[in-house]
């Protein structure tokens, strides 16, 4: 069964890249990774999804290496409002894109 | 806005109790998946209904069950309330296709 792990925690300033990597080892071979933002008491938000190297959208940029065991997703120039919980999912059985688990994510915390 | 409202926002129940929690998915989505997120953890899989039929289910006992109706409408019920089902509990819908889902801001349900 695929896994994720990434960090639990990161702290940052505003104005500057932060980059999040995770790492899911076991990913089969059909299966895009996804990227959600929380804040409190609110749902998660999607951010942005890939299968293999880059994708960039308005928020955020993914990067996933040839061997797609890792990601990373880089958020450029941070604010105070980017503080928030970042989940990295794959889907825990490889095309079942029912059952998504989420981990406790990394919160990220950018000071001024 | 996800296009995805829950209601209520709140609920106070007491042990033993039954509850039922709504959710309006966005118009087009053949899938719903519910959440209960603890504090400071990250969401956990209940289940999803994809055309009407539950379709995953995460390691929650038979207590929890859910509804999801042709209107794009959905319900999460839960039997026999326990101290350890105060959390917040979302709604999420999407397609059956992808792992983009769209979340609802949750319903905040403590038990007394």
């Known amino acids: 069964l695929a896994k994720t792990t990434q960090p639990i925690s990161m702290d940052s300033y505003e104005g500057q890249e932060v980059n999040i990597t995770c790492s899911h080892n076991?990913?089969?071979?059909?299966?895009?990774i996804t990227w959600y933002q929380q804040f409190p008491s609110q749902g998660p938000r999607f951010i942005i999804q890939?299968?293999?190297t880059k994708v960039t959208n308005e928020v955020a940029s993914l990067f996933i290496p040839a061997d797609r065991k890792s990601s990373t997703l880089s958020l450029p120039r941070v604010s105070l409002s980017d503080t928030a919980v970042y989940y990295c999912l794959v889907p825990v059985i490889s095309g079942n894109t029912g059952k998504l688990i989420f981990g406790q994510g990394t919160t990220l915390q950018v000071k001024p | 806005e996800t296009g995805v409202t829950q209601s209520p926002t709140h609920l106070i129940k007491t042990r033993g109790q039954q509850v039922t929690l709504r959710c309006s998915s966005q118009?087009?989505?053949?899938?719903v998946s519910w959440y209960q997120q603890a504090l400071g953890q990250g969401p956990q899989f209940i289940f999803q209904y994809y055309r009407e039929e539950e379709n995953g289910r995460g390691n929650f006992p038979p207590r929890f069950s859910g509804l999801q109706f042709p209107n794009y409408s959905s319900e999460l019920n839960v039997n026999a309330l326990e101290l350890d089902d105060s959390a917040l509990y979302l709604c999420a819908s999407g397609d059956i296709t992808n792992e983009k889902l769209f979340f609802g801001s949750g319903t905040q349900l403590s038990v007394l």
């Open positions: 118009s087009g989505h053949n899938t």
């Open positions: 890939g299968y293999k």
């Open positions: 076991n990913i089969a071979t059909n299966d895009y």
